[in-house]
């Protein structure tokens, strides 16, 4: 039976077309894919393994394509042997199975391994932008650059306005960056977009660096860690990469709910983690919902993050929006706005506090470029689409009844738990909408 089929060829000859690939073997493949997808999961799937295409097959041999070297690697040493079982099953011979790394759609099979070659380190490329390894020795300083993200010279202490919605995670965050001794450990802090998050952890490590300048401090986005962890395993370089982040004395990650569904970044985040709390050093995560809410994240860590202390930041209130603009205001100094004005925005805008600061900026830049002095009668006129839409209540009820009379149903029916045709898509739009546009979450909804 082998002999009727072509071998796949070898790298470097050229993968063979996948349409050559006999229709038979290519549907033994599809069922593979299927037992995987159901054994692993579709996260697990969708991550690893539907990228692995079939690039070449006999009954007992198997071509496989993977876009990255890292993919390739990962792919092999956890999913290899039981693509094997699966294709036995399939057709009662065990395959012998080649993985390469192959540029989707440019059906070229990459360049060899270049790891061995020390790649010389240019001038001009900058250590992130660069995806080449660089030999060790010449690392350690440009990587510490590389680890801590650029802090933004206006997130103080300073300049954080202090009201009741965030004056717990203030109080934490100041005495995180005070102290030496780890008090709670990890401080979590949670809220809504805009909130202050961001602006709290670049305050502490401002504030470490002033205080405590020997002290290592890094802060960067759950997204860098990932970006870095990759690359790090990419460059089989893991060992640096887990020293630099063992070694620090305060540790602060950044929109921590991005590593959701990420399980190789989340295991290696978890670890980290434990390595830290358990060498007392601290740790700082912030996130936009509480440790318990963070979806597609192993529940073992989702635990050990609300451990410490737990500070969620609450939407501001018309008090801290007032005192919020008066501090821009006197921070940006040119923007000359009387006072009914800031009362005026702090009423009628309740989002978040960049867009209160968009819109005190634009009002002062209207006002720069016409020559005129701000007046509320101008900060009307400017902000008239944007208020009228926010005046507009918008409530869950107000969506409910909308919704129902666009179907010309009743409220009641379309709350009730029957299951009819007719209701169920007026259902699931009134609750799209609900979730887009008011802050109820899907439970409450
Ligand atoms: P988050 O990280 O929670 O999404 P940021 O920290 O980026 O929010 O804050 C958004 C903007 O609002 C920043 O310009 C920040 O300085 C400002 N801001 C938020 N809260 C306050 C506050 N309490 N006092 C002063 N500025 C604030
Ligand atoms: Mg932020």
């Known amino acids: 039976m082998t002999d009727r089929r072509k071998p796949y060829e070898a790298p470097g000859e050229g993968a063979p077309d996948p349409v050559d690939l006999d229709s038979e073997l290519r549907l033994s493949w599809e069922s593979v894919r299927g037992k995987l997808k159901s054994e692993f999961g579709d996260k697990t799937f969708n991550s690893w393994l ?27 040493a956890h999913y290899l042997s039981r693509i094997q079982d699966l294709w036995k099953a399939e057709l009662g011979v065990l395959p012998e199975i080649e993985l390469k790394v192959e540029l989707r759609g440019a059906g070229k099979t990459c360049a060899p391994e270049t790891a061995g070659e020390p790649a010389a380190p240019s001038a001009s490329a900058t250590p992130v932008a660069s995806d080449r390894p660089r030999p060790h020795q010449l690392d350690t300083t440009s990587r510490q650059m590389d680890l801590t993200a650029p802090l933004d010279p206006r997130f103080t202490f300073d300049s954080f306005v202090v009201g009741k919605s965030n004056e717990l995670a203030h109080a934490a965050a100041h005495r995180v960056a005070s102290e030496t001794k780890v008090q709670f ?26 205080r405590h300048p020997q002290r290592k401090v890094i802060y960067m986005s759950a ?7 990759i690359r790090a395993l990419r460059f089989k370089d893991t060992m640096s990469f887990k020293d630099e982040f063992r070694s620090v004395d305060v540790l602060m990650i950044d929109d921590v709910q991005f590593i959701a569904h990420k399980d190789a970044t989340q295991e290696e985040f978890f670890h980290t ?22 979806d597609g994240i192993e529940e073992r860590i989702r635990s050990r993050l609300g451990w410490g202390l737990v500070a969620d930041i609450h939407p501001t209130d018309y008090e801290l929006r007032l005192g919020i603009l008066q501090s821009k205001r006197e921070q940006l100094g040119d923007i000359e706005a009387p006072d009914e004005v800031i009362e005026f925005l702090a009423r009628r805008i309740s989002s978040n506090v960049r867009e209160l600061e968009g819109y005190l900026i634009r009002i002062g830049a209207f006002a720069s470029l016409t020559s005129t002095p701000i007046s509320l009668e101008m900060a009307k006129n400017i902000l008239k689409d944007i208020i009228v839409e926010k005046t507009k209540e918008v409530t869950v009820e107000n969506i409910q009844k909308t919704v129902a009379n666009h179907f010309q149903l009743k409220t009641a029916e379309l709350k009730s738990a029957q299951r009819l045709k007719t209701l169920v898509q007026p259902r699931q739009i009134a609750m799209y909408i609900c979730r887009k546009l008011t802050s109820a979450s899907y439970p409450e909804i």
Do not use: C
């Open 223 to 229: 997204e860098k860690f990932m970006y870095q962890f």
């Open 50 to 76: 539907r990228p692995v295409e079939l690039v070449g097959a006999t009954p007992s041999g198997l071509a496989l394509g993977v876009p990255t070297r890292f993919m390739r690697d990962w792919v092999r």
């Open 185 to 210: 450990n990890p401080l979590f802090l949670y809220g809504g977009v805009g909130l202050g998050k961001t602006h709290l952890m670049h305050a502490i490590a401002w504030e470490i660096r002033r």
């Open 273 to 294: 983690f434990n390595a830290l709390v358990d060498h007392n050093r601290q740790v700082v995560i912030s996130a936009d919902r509480s440790p318990s809410d963070l």
